[in-house]
């Protein structure tokens, strides 16, 4: 390993570090020295803008920036960025990018840094130094930086403790910038226009970080123009590019315009209201999808046709004209990319770039997506191949860790004392933690150095670069097993399985309208998480087929008692029924105790193995008694055949509120197993492992498959596996004696 | 069911067996399953189940072993573009490798050794075939010469239908115009005395014009000169017991294309090994297992080899291939690879019927092995056996593993240098975990310990096959790359095996064993300074570390085995219960008994006191031979005289002076082949992996120790430098 070409990398590394670790002078970048003028520069790109002198008062508009309620910034280095969707005329006007910021008080201003990019272009880098109260910054943003479509606003903080040098000490960094603070501010007259559908994205989000979706409709009784508004939700959401996107049913289009907001105008063209009723003639003839400019200044989608089916065709003019493939989500700016079986991404090809390093502790977040039926969590390895360095300060006992979906999956110690190149180093990384749809994967590099040991005053932010890593770095995935255990909540909520692409799928609502707005948002929901959409079709309860994958959004009162044994969720719950139900939770989640835990634990820390790995025959899923005002989906296999996926709460109203909460991002990604409930008061969901699984493909079982397929089932049950090899080795056995007594010399 | 169609239903079954176990299921579940196969094969050796419980564990451990085989290729090699790791890394693997397959190989041949054949006697009213008994010889003395024709002259058998011949390539006409005058007269001295022996003893005498292929054609001259319809042949110091064409020539009769009966050879000695361990008396020999199981198990199918000696062979199928083949260093092998190629037929005849000397020091023993290593990597070049036509696809697996295995050189130097990639140039050479090692590599060990204990625990203690192949393979390495490099080289040497051991001393070929200690030592000190400057590795320091101390503790012992004890030649006694006369001082015959025998020397009991003789004495014995001799009065010297309550017993040395004397003492030792059995069976006791390895550790401690105080002792100015 000793390769003399390496060894003489990390010395040009020691050599050029002092030069290269000059602690960033913080009078480096006034912001006056990035500021420029911005309007002569925008004039010649404005057509729209005559030659006229600039009026005295331009009105300005503003729109909020995150998809979140906070951006944070959290340890030596991070990153965050946003995505945001611009209009042509918002990315031709002026601009200014405002937002505020408040810093931890041990971050040292003279060490740290905040940088701001659009598009890959520095438009701001300032020492952070706003611990006591917010800051408030507002910079220009240069001419032609912004473009029409999405843009690429990412804020970056380089901190260093003020006196610290240990790893524990760069958890106390963070910079936080509120979403009611940061936002775009432009020049110039009616920009919140959103003229086309492809623009939909400039809808944007609020200064929560949501977006709402108000419906105005008629007629929205019918099971046919139910399935339709379904639809349209969905098309709407991936138009929209937002994440969290909020779905009311109303009477009247706003009367104001607002940030996040999308008035969408859902009926058959005689029922037209006024408001809209330049679209009126259009509408009647054939479908209809169109922005429609109305007095109030609000964006107002009108989707409207002569009948239910030529708005459902109007649906699908809208997906065609902002469809999901090539624009990122709002909070999603970095390249997410399918993984199939033995491929490999780089590292650049995930949105990282070249790193070198000064300080304790680094953490980058990387995203790649599987498909809905990955199933190789229980027995691969996925491989880092890692090309990096490190300077002969480092000492031992420096880690490399990596994080799957915030779960530690694997810890490679740096080995060599003399500093070295992890060139082409692979590190295996258990899939554990992998799972159907998008896959969040952190790399740390946790660095003790011999200097840090002595920390010297100011030394946090003057060390020279200790390591590198290369973003020639890879990430790849070995041949995986394609199947898909159903129940499993996590892969409808990622991929949208097994409904979306799939042919119409029976759907039954409930009868108040809040039961449809939450199947909208739900819905919605499921495809700005796939980016895949479901045919539904509405129909009453009854004529749920069982055989058949279907849906049911509706309040558990008005659940059929057939249907409500088919859903696993115990629906009228009866004083005793209850406290049985809860008993029976109890039971089936806690850990058991006594002596045998020892040899539970000692069996899973030391060997890795779940003792329910071990089982022979599978528990029984229990009814689930959800708590009171919560919110539940549970998803079961019906014994004929069918996928049967629920949303329920105890009324119409507590189901609405419920999906309102359950389609934020971090409560989404949490939904899994067979039942997930979100409570009332709790940011957590409760979730519910199925007990019995069963295994399903896509129809094509090639043999190499089957044996993948095999050896996820055999490692969750591992009897089974034994059980398989002792039949082999008992059959061989017998044949070959017997072989015996037919070949070779008798006596 | 048909033999093709049982076939086809365990290849089937076979091939899905194979599918499961390559399912790449989790770490965990393969440990559990190990673990409950390993607990399965334990039980089953603990309540010693035999027949179809022996072979459900040697396919419980096939699965193991398979599964550790598809996890190492599949999941451990280092990357292939890091070279300095891939390459020590690819041999490592291929050594691995190897032994699995030598593991597979030796499981088909002895997955049912043959039982004992039942011994059948000549029917009356046939006539009894002619036997010629071929006793090649080169250098051996004439006492030596003189003990084996005497045996083979008392052989039961009829008078007039075997002659002994005494093949002596020790003074062709060649040897005796040698143009040195010196070695022409020896050769033309030693020519007049065999042939005086020859009269004496009732044998012919032959010799040829020059010494053309070695031992093969010596005897293939001996072929031409005789007419006897079988051959025996023994090796000048194989002396046969009395019975030994009773019980092999009655086989030919029943099968027209038997071309070989081949007997065990059995050892009077100790090799070097045992004497310089002292383990002679209590644990199967080392050749015990190759005759005790493995060619029982080629019988099975048909695969027994000739082994050189101790064997009868028809005359008309030798004609088929002109006599021994001679193109290979082990003439034997190749002769029967060859027949066996013709469609002949062998069978092995498990009762040791002759009894001879194995090589005494160290440095004999390496030249044997070196002879043996170099023939049967000859054959594997010239015959290849897996390819070679004729042959039965079991002869080649058979003939495949005999002759691979004396590969096993290379894999152990590999395993006892593999360390030191890590240990001293930190070298990834097996990319697993510690967690993983434990898994796979560590249930692998275990089973395959088990395996060979279920297989061979009978005849080789645990730990014992290692310690004989790293003794070997020291030297055998440079031999095996000599033959690669000129297969037509490597040329006979007759094995010394008359020597005695004077004094203590270190043998000649010591030093590489010491030098390799001494890197393991440094080894050690490395593994220890690692764990305390690298804590964050220490897990896989330790396994390497651990696999480093196996072969420290190896090569320790291996310091005891070069370390030569003194012992003088013919010491060793066979106990004995006959009874003997012995003339008194005053002339009168007084009645004694023998208590027991040796090559040299008698001892002799007499119950009522010393009859007036004493130490430094000759005395004439006489005893009732079981051969029909006339004469039975032997002289013999007394060396030495102990009291034993009313009695004395003499220690005696045969004082040979005529042909008919070697006759009696043949009779004393070699008479009763019945004895030489129960010695065999009497160490013949599965002690067990734990006693054993127990008892490993323990010898393997001592006997560290002893060659280190042999190197103080001996190894300054010459000792090791010889």
Not at chain 1, 224 to 233: D, H, K, M, R, T
Not at chain 2, 290 to 314: E, K, P, T
Request: hydrophobic share 45%; with cysteine; net charge negative.
């Amino acid at each position: 390993m000793i390769k003399p070409a390496l060894l003489s990398s990390v010395a040009l590394l020691v050599v050029l570090t002092p030069a290269l670790g000059q602690p960033a002078p913080f009078d480096m970048s006034p912001e006056s020295g990035l500021v420029r003028p911005a309007e002569p520069d925008t004039q010649p790109d404005a057509t729209t803008a005559p030659d006229t002198p600039a009026p005295p008062a331009e009105p300005e508009f503003s729109r909020p920036l995150l998809p979140a309620p906070t951006l944070r910034l959290a340890g030596e280095e991070a990153r965050q960025g946003v995505v945001v969707y611009l209009t042509e005329q918002q990315a031709a006007a002026a601009a200014r990018l405002e937002f505020s910021y408040l810093n931890a008080l041990v971050v040292a201003p003279e060490a740290s840094s905040l940088r701001v990019r659009i598009n890959q272009t520095e438009i701001d880098s300032r020492p952070i130094a706003s611990s006591s109260a917010p800051s408030l910054v507002s910079v220009e943003v240069p001419a032609g930086a912004l473009r029409a479509g999405p843009n690429v606003i990412d804020f970056r903080a380089s901190q260093r403790h003020r006196t610290d040098c240990t790893v524990e000490s760069t958890y106390q960094l963070w910079t936080e910038i509120p979403g009611s603070e940061a936002r775009l501010v432009f020049s110039g007259d009616q920009l919140e226009r959103i003229g086309q559908l492809s623009e939909l994205g400039a809808v944007g989000v609020d200064s929560d970080g949501q977006t709402t979706l108000r419906v105005v409709s008629a007629g929205l009784a019918d099971a046919a123009a139910q399935s339709v508004a379904l639809e349209i939700a969905q098309q709407v959401g991936l138009a929209l590019r937002t994440p969290h996107l909020t779905v009311t049913l109303v009477d009247a289009l706003s009367e104001t315009y607002e940030s996040g907001v999308l008035d969408l105008v859902l009926m058959p063209a005689d029922a037209l209201p006024d408001s809209v009723a330049a679209a009126r003639p259009q509408a009647s003839a054939a479908p209809m999808a169109a922005m429609v400019p109305v007095t109030s200044g609000a964006n107002t989608l009108v989707l409207s046709g002569p009948d239910w089916n030529s708005i459902a065709r109007a649906g699908d003019a809208l997906a065609a004209s902002a469809p999901a493939d090539g624009r990122p989500r709002y909070d999603l700016p970095l390249p997410v990319p399918m993984m199939a079986g033995g491929q490999s991404a780089s590292l650049a090809s995930l949105g990282l770039d070249r790193v070198e390093f000064n300080g304790r502790r680094y953490a980058v977040d990387l995203q790649f997506e599987l498909p809905s039926d990955f199933y190789g969590y229980r027995y691969g390895e996925l491989n880092l191949r890692l090309d990096a360095a490190y300077a002969s300060d480092v000492l031992p006992g420096s880690e490399i860790d990596i994080y799957i979906n915030g779960e530690i999956a694997s810890a490679t110690p740096l080995l060599r004392t003399d500093g070295g190149a992890l060139d082409d180093t692979n590190i295996r990384i258990p899939m554990t933690s992998l799972r159907p749809g998008r896959n969040e994967a952190t790399v740390t590099v946790n660095l003790q150095t011999r200097s840090d040991a002595v920390c010297g005053a100011g030394w946090t932010g003057s060390a020279p670069t200790r390591f590198i890593l290369s973003n020639a770095s890879s990430f790849s995935l070995p041949d995986y097993a394609r199947a898909t255990a159903v129940p499993d909540l996590l892969v409808m909520t990622g991929s949208g399985w097994p409904y979306a692409d799939a042919g119409a799928v029976p759907i039954a609502l409930g009868q108040g309208m809040e039961s449809l707005a939450s199947a909208m948002m739900f819905a919605a929901r499921i495809a700005t998480a796939s980016g895949r959409t479901i045919d539904f079709s509405v129909m009453p309860q009854a004529d749920l087929p069982p055989e058949g994958n279907a849906m049911l959004v509706m309040p558990m009162d008005t659940l059929s008692p057939l249907n409500a044994s088919r859903v696993d969720i115990v629906t009228a719950p009866s004083a005793t029924g209850a406290a049985a139900g809860d008993l029976r939770n109890q039971f089936g989640n806690s850990e058991p105790t006594g002596p045998i835990s020892y040899v539970t634990d000692w069996l899973r820390d030391a060997v890795g193995l779940e003792v329910s790995d071990l089982r022979l025959w599978p528990g029984t899923d229990a009814d689930y008694t959800p708590p009171p005002g919560a919110v539940t989906v549970s998803q079961v296999l019906q014994s004929e055949g069918g996928v049967w996926t629920t949303l329920t709460a105890a009324s119409e109203s507590a189901l609405r509120t419920g999906t309102e909460r359950l389609i934020d991002t971090d409560k989404w990604r949490q939904i899994t197993g067979r039942i997930s409930a979100l409570a009332p008061n709790s940011d957590t969901l409760t979730t519910i492992a199925p007990q019995n699984v069963a295994i399903r493909t896509d129809g094509t079982l090639s043999p190499l498959n089957l044996r993948l397929i095999a050896a996820n089932w055999f490692s969750g049950n591992i009897v089974y596996f034994t059980l398989a090899i002792l039949l082999g080795a008992v059959t061989l056995m017998l044949i070959t004696a017997r072989l015996l007594t037919r070949i070779g010399r008798r006596h | 069911m048909s033999k093709a169609f049982t076939l086809l239903i365990w290849f089937l079954v076979s091939v899905l067996v194979v599918v499961l176990v390559t399912i790449p299921v989790s770490l965990q579940t393969h440990l559990v399953m190990a673990a409950i196969l390993l607990g399965a094969m334990m039980l089953i050796k603990l309540l010693r189940l035999e027949g179809n419980w022996r072979l459900l564990l040697l396919t419980f451990g096939t699965i193991i072993v398979l599964r550790y085989a598809y996890w190492r290729t599949t999941s451990t090699l280092p990357p292939f573009d890091q070279w300095a790791d891939f390459i020590p890394g690819l041999i490592l693997y291929l050594a691995e490798m190897y032994c699995i397959m030598m593991l597979f190989l030796s499981l088909f041949v002895v997955i049912r050794p043959m039982p004992k054949h039942v011994s059948t006697r000549l029917p009356k009213d046939e006539p009894v075939p002619t036997v010629d008994i071929f006793i090649p010889t080169y250098n051996e003395d004439y006492e030596l010469l003189a003990g084996t024709l005497a045996a083979a002259r008392s052989l039961d058998y009829p008078e007039d239908r075997f002659t002994v011949w005494l093949l002596d390539d020790g003074s062709t006409d060649a040897k005796r115009n040698d143009p040195d005058p010196d070695k022409a007269a020896e050769a033309q001295e030693r020519h007049e005395q065999l042939q005086q022996l020859c009269a004496e003893l009732g044998c012919r005498y032959l010799t040829r014009a020059r010494n053309e292929h070695a031992k093969a054609g010596n005897l293939n001259n001996g072929i031409a000169n005789s007419t006897g319809e079988y051959i025996a042949v023994f090796d000048a110091d194989h002396a046969p017991a009395r019975d030994f064409l009773q019980e092999t020539v009655p086989f030919f009769g029943r099968d027209n294309q038997l071309f070989l009966v081949q007997t065990p050879h059995f050892f009077l000695n100790p090799d070097p090994l045992e004497r310089n361990l002292r383990t002679f008396e209590v644990m199967p020999s080392e050749n015990e297992m190759f005759y005790g199981v493995i060619q029982r198990g080629l019988d099975r199918w048909n695969a027994a080899f000739f082994c050189g000696s101790a064997a009868l062979l028809r005359r008309e199928a030798l004609m088929t291939t002109n006599g021994f083949s001679g193109r290979s260093i082990t003439e034997d092998c190749e002769t029967a690879i060859e027949l066996h190629s013709r469609g002949w037929n062998s069978i092995y005849v498990d009762k040791p019927l002759v009894a001879g000397l194995q090589p005494v020091t160290f440095a004999s023993f390496i030249g044997q092995r070196t002879r043996w290593a170099q023939g049967m990597m000859q054959i594997l070049l010239f015959s290849f056996p897996p390819f070679k036509r004729g042959l039965t696809m079991a002869q080649r697996l058979c003939y495949t593993s005999s002759t691979l295995f004396w590969l096993f050189p290379l894999p152990r130097m590999i395993f006892l240098f593999a360390p030191f990639f890590y240990l001293f140039l930190d070298l990834q050479v097996f990319t697993a975990s510690g967690g993983e090692f434990a898994a796979y590599t560590l249930t692998y060990v275990v089973v395959n310990l088990v395996m060979q204990n279920s297989l061979f625990g009978r005849w080789r203690w645990p730990w014992i096959s290692e310690l004989y192949e790293y003794i070997q393979s020291v030297h055998l390495l440079g031999a095996l790359f000599s033959v690669v490099r000129n297969p037509y080289k490597p040329s006979f040497k007759v094995t010394a095996k008359d020597e005695s051991v004077e004094s203590s001393r270190l043998s000649e070929l010591a030093r590489p064993f010491y030098l390799i200690f001494l890197l393991l030592i440094l080894a050690v000190v490395m593994t220890i300074y690692k764990i305390g400057a690298q804590p964050y590795q220490a897990e896989v320091t330790m396994v390497v570390g651990g696999w480093n101390i196996f072969n420290l503790i190896l090569a320790g012992c291996a310091l005891g085995v070069v370390s030569e004890r003194r012992e003088s030649w013919g010491t060793r006694r066979v106990t004995v219960e006959r009874r003997c006369e012995v003339r008194g001082a005053d002339g009168e015959w007084v009645r004694g008994n023998l208590v027991n025998v040796s090559s040299g020397g008698v001892a002799i009991r007499l119950p009522n006191g010393a009859a007036g003789l004493g130490r430094g004495m000759p005395i004439t014995m006489r005893f009732a031979p079981l051969a029909n001799l006339e004469n039975t009065e032997m002289p013999v010297f007394i060396r030495s005289v102990t009291t034993e309550g009313k009695g004395v017993v003499f220690g005696c040395r045969y004082m040979p002076e005529r042909g008919h004397h070697y006759r009696l003492i043949a009779d004393l030792i070699y008479a009763n082949s019945g004895n030489w059995q129960a010695r065999q069976s009497a160490r013949q006791v599965n002690i067990g992996i734990v006693q054993g390895t127990v008892r490993f550790l323990g010898i393997a401690l001592y006997q560290t120790g002893r060659g280190l105080g042999y190197l103080l002792r001996f190894g300054s100015g010459r000792g090791a430098g010889q």
